[in-house]
């Protein structure tokens, strides 16, 4: 399998980005997708996961009401809108598969 994110990038503090997810998985439609985040100094943590169909998603209590996760199974992708971004968003941001399946990840920083 083999995961690209991109789209991070610097911004001002409550400003937008929008990250992308590209999964070379052949069973991509039929599988939960996640984004994690790891801060410098700090442990990876989930952002958000998007069920199989899009239907269902979650949110990280940090991010909720500013985040919104979607994905696009015919071009197996998985996107992640953040908006409103604070100084403790900065982070690199990963996408993951159910299998621990890793990509290489996205950095944003939020900083004026």
């Known amino acids: 399998v083999h995961i690209v994110e991109s789209g991070g990038g610097l911004v001002q503090p409550g400003g937008s980005l929008r990250l992308s997810c590209v999964v070379s998985e052949s069973a991509f439609s039929g599988i939960v997708m996640y984004w994690y985040r790891q801060a410098p100094g700090k442990e990876r943590e989930l952002v958000a996961w998007?069920?199989?169909?899009?239907?269902?998603?979650y949110y990280a209590d940090s991010v909720k009401g500013r985040c919104t996760i979607s994905r696009d199974n015919t071009k197996q992708t998985v996107d992640l809108q953040l908006n409103d971004l604070k100084s403790e968003d900065t982070a690199k941001y990963y996408c993951?598969?159910?299998?621990?399946?890793w990509g290489q990840g996205t950095q944003v920083t939020v900083s004026s």
């Open positions: 993951k598969t159910p299998y621990d399946e």
């Open positions: 998007i069920g199989r169909d899009g239907s269902v998603s």
